[in-house]
């Protein structure tokens, strides 16, 4: 079974990897750690655990047009993909890092633009209050600009300047013991800023609607409920932004807007993640850009998408071990990490006594080795129980 395992393992990071290197559009999302695609946990990963994701979200439409740059007027269809790698590393207990580098953006030109804009930041896992079932957090990110062209149609406002947002966390796990593992419902609220003064949207120096001359921000909001299971996780969204200070008149994606969502997460070994997924929008489909879509001859086309597909997948990388390692293996492995701990618990009186604070994480540690073994006994029958058809086939043969 480890060989077998091991060999997936080789064989799918040889897959994503060739993925990654043909340039697989893939959409940047604002999350790559736990929780759903647009809602962030307030759960940090693990010291020394690193992941991998690759995010598409895609969209198009045809439709009938006479916009000058796409040449001849008449249908044509249109297709709006972004593409991004994510890695997300653990560097302590209450730490997670993160970097998520655009590999792909379209543009509405004929080969669109490689390597984008970079995203780096870091969450911070706040102390559970007022029980261990509510956690909070908070997540920094910084934005530096690499693409060649930025203010792109059927894209939310960018510009060629640096970016930074901050983010309260928010989670709620209906089993604080594995949070991870049972339904949670999440909460975001953040303020982002551009550092965009000076910037000339459009190239047109003369063009008062295309210059900068305040900070764009807004403030984005995200709420979301997760349902996860043996082998799928079920999850639903709601994410939206409001603009504090708009960018000038000639920029794209200067509305408010808010979107909802479902996906579907298959997990088929338990270092590997792939997810399906869908959106709307759910605010109207307003344009406050001058000129408007209308007036450049894309009035058949929405302001923001009117949906996306997503498709994505995420795999454990680090500790190397986790991909060679069985689900039954794991939980052996973290029985002997704890014996000390059980130790105390049949303590004969020898030792010193216990503070308040060692008994209670003695306590949690019992708990979950108790809920351990009640799903390693699952795993076990499982496996007896699909012995037992295999010899039925068997001898029915």
Same mark, same amino acid.
């Given at each position: 079974m480890?060989?077998k ?6 064989w799918t ?6 993925v ?7 959409a ?6 736990f929780?759903l ?6 759960w940090?990963?693990?010291?020394g655990?690193l992941?991998?994701n690759?995010?598409t ?5 045809t439709? &009938? ?24 590393l653990?560097v302590?207990?209450q730490?997670?890092l993160?970097?998520? &580098?655009? $590999? ?7 080969k669109?633009?490689s390597l984008h ?12 209050w ?10 920094f990110t910084f934005?530096?600009p690499?693409?060649?062209r930025h203010? $792109?149609?059927?894209?939310?406002y960018s510009?060629?300047?640096y970016?930074f947002s901050?983010a ?7 089993d604080?013991?594995f949070?991870q ?5 999440h909460?975001?609220?953040g303020y982002?800023?551009?550092?965009d003064?000076?910037?000339v949207l459009?190239?047109?120096?003369f063009?008062p609607?295309s210059?900068?001359i ?10 979301g409920?997760?349902l996860?299971?043996e ?5 639903a969204?709601?994410?939206?932004m409001?603009?504090l200070q708009?960018p000038?008149k000639a920029?794209e994606?200067r509305?408010?807007? $808010?979107?909802?969502?479902?996906f ?6 338990h ?5 399906l ?7 109207e489909d307003s ?6 879509l209308?007036?450049r001859?894309l009035?058949?086309f ?10 994505g997948v995420?795999?454990?990388v ?8 069985t689900?039954r293996?794991l939980?052996?492995?973290r029985?002997d990490?704890r014996?000390?701990l ?15 604070s ?5 306590r ?7 809920k ?9 029958d499982r ?5 037992k058809?295999?010899q ?6």
């Amino acid at each position: 079974m480890r060989f077998k395992e091991s060999r997936v393992a080789s064989w799918t990071i040889l897959i994503v990897l060739v993925v990654f290197v043909n340039g697989v559009q893939a959409a940047s999302v604002a999350n790559g750690g736990f929780g759903l695609p647009h809602v962030r946990a307030a759960w940090v990963l693990d010291k020394g655990h690193l992941t991998a994701n690759a995010y598409t979200r895609f969209w198009g439409r045809t439709a &009938p047009q006479s916009y000058a740059p796409f040449g001849t007027p008449g249908d044509r269809a249109v297709w709006d993909l972004h593409t991004a790698f994510m890695l997300n590393l653990g560097v302590g207990a209450q730490i997670e890092l993160e970097l998520s &580098p655009v $590999l792909y953006q379209s543009d509405q030109s004929e080969k669109g633009q490689s390597l984008h804009d970079i995203q780096a930041g870091a969450t911070v896992a706040l102390p559970s209050w007022p029980t261990p079932a509510v956690q909070w957090g908070a997540r920094f990110t910084f934005t530096i600009p690499q693409g060649k062209r930025h203010n $792109l149609l059927f894209e939310e406002y960018s510009a060629s300047a640096y970016a930074f947002s901050c983010a309260g966390l928010l989670s709620y796990a209906f089993d604080p013991v594995f949070p991870q593992e049972a339904p949670s419902l999440h909460f975001n609220a953040g303020y982002h800023l551009y550092n965009d003064i000076g910037e000339v949207l459009t190239g047109d120096y003369f063009d008062p609607n295309s210059q900068v001359i305040r900070r764009s921000q807004w403030l984005g909001y995200s709420l979301g409920l997760l349902l996860p299971g043996e082998r799928f996780d079920w999850g639903a969204e709601c994410y939206g932004m409001h603009w504090l200070q708009q960018p000038p008149k000639a920029a794209e994606g200067r509305e408010d807007h $808010l979107y909802g969502g479902l996906f579907l997460t298959y997990k088929p070994l338990h270092w590997l993640r792939f997810r399906l997924g869908g959106e709307i929008r759910l605010s109207e489909d307003s344009d406050e850009t001058v000129p408007s879509l209308a007036d450049r001859g894309l009035g058949e086309f929405p302001n923001y998408n009117d949906w996306r597909l997503q498709l994505g997948v995420q795999m454990n990388v680090l500790p190397l071990h986790l991909l060679r390692t069985t689900t039954r293996e794991l939980f052996i492995r973290r029985a002997d990490e704890r014996r000390e701990l059980f130790e105390q618990i049949i303590d004969d009186g020898s030792r010193s006594p216990a503070t308040a604070s060692e008994l209670e994480r003695i306590r949690a540690e019992r708990t979950r080795a108790e809920k351990e073994l009640e799903r390693l006994q699952k795993i076990l029958d499982r496996r007896k129980e699909a012995e037992k058809r295999a010899q039925q086939d068997t001898n029915n043969e």
